[in-house]
């Protein structure tokens, strides 16, 4: 559920939606979700000082609260 999530998000923010790729590296307690996109898409993923990085990290952590995990994002150049 977590890495659609980021799917989403990341595929409605670049510019080349077939380069997204997710992986989910779950452990007992947390997740490691990592976030690959296209060179050239990689600064509207991360944003201006981190806005956009942030908002999609905070939104991942209310989403795992609500399934009781931690999860982790990880954008991946």
């Known amino acids: 559920m977590l890495k ?6 990341a595929r409605a ?3 080349n939606p ?8 779950e452990g007992e307690q947390t997740s490691v979700i990592e976030l690959r996109v296209a060179k050239e898409d990689l600064g509207k993923v991360i944003g201006k000082q981190g806005r956009t ?13 609500k399934i009781r995990k931690r999860a982790v994002l990880e954008i991946i150049e």
């Open 13 to 15: 923010l670049v510019d």
């Open 53 to 65: 990085a942030r908002a999609m990290r905070t939104i991942l952590s209310a989403a795992s609260t």
């Open 4 to 9: 659609e999530l980021i799917e989403f998000m």
């Open 18 to 25: 077939e380069k997204v790729s997710v992986s989910e590296i």
